[in-house]
C-alpha cells in the first residue's frame, strides 16, 4: 500500500505566495511521476503541474509563470510553490502519483496511481 500525504494548504491574501508538499511512502520500487491536482466548489477536478522522474513538467495554462512544481527523488517528494495567488486559485488540492513495483525476477513492473486525501488553499482578502 502506498500512502501520499500533503501539506502546506491554508489560508492566503491575493497576490500571496504558499507552499505545497507531498510525500510518497509505503510499498513501491519506484516513483515514475508525481502531480498536483485541484479541484473547487461546482468544478471538476483538474491537473495543476506534473513531473515525471526524467524532470519533464506539464502545468496547467491557468498557472503557468506561477507555479513552480518540484521533486527530491530521494525522499519521494514533490512541493509546489505558488506565488500570485488569484482567488480563483481556491480549491482543494491533491497530490497524485504513479508508483512502480517489480513484480518478478526479470524486472518487469506494475504501475499504480495513488491519491492524497487533499489540502485545502483558500485565497481571500
Known amino acids: 500500500q502506498v500512502q501520499l500525504v500533503e501539506s502546506g494548504g491554508g489560508l492566503v491574501q491575493p497576490g500571496g505566495s504558499l507552499s505545497l508538499s507531498c510525500k510518497a511512502s509505503?510499498?513501491?520500487?519506484?516513483?515514475?511521476?508525481m502531480a498536483w491536482y485541484r479541484q473547487a466548489p461546482g468544478k471538476e477536478r483538474e491537473l495543476v503541474a506534473a513531473?515525471?522522474?526524467?524532470?519533464?513538467?506539464k502545468y496547467a495554462d491557468s498557472v503557468k509563470g506561477r507555479f513552480t512544481i518540484s521533486r527530491d527523488y530521494a525522499e519521494n517528494t514533490v512541493h509546489l510553490r505558488m506565488n500570485s495567488l488569484k482567488p480563483e486559485d481556491t480549491a482543494v488540492y491533491y497530490c497524485?502519483?504513479?508508483?512502480?513495483?517489480?513484480?518478478?525476477?526479470?524486472?518487469?513492473?506494475?504501475?499504480?496511481?495513488?491519491w492524497g486525501e487533499g489540502t485545502l488553499v483558500t485565497v481571500s482578502s
Open positions: 497524485n502519483a504513479e508508483v512502480h513495483r517489480i513484480v518478478n525476477v526479470e524486472g518487469a513492473t506494475s504501475k499504480r496511481n495513488y
Open positions: 513531473e515525471t522522474r526524467g524532470g519533464t513538467t
Open positions: 509505503g510499498s513501491f520500487d519506484s516513483v515514475h511521476s
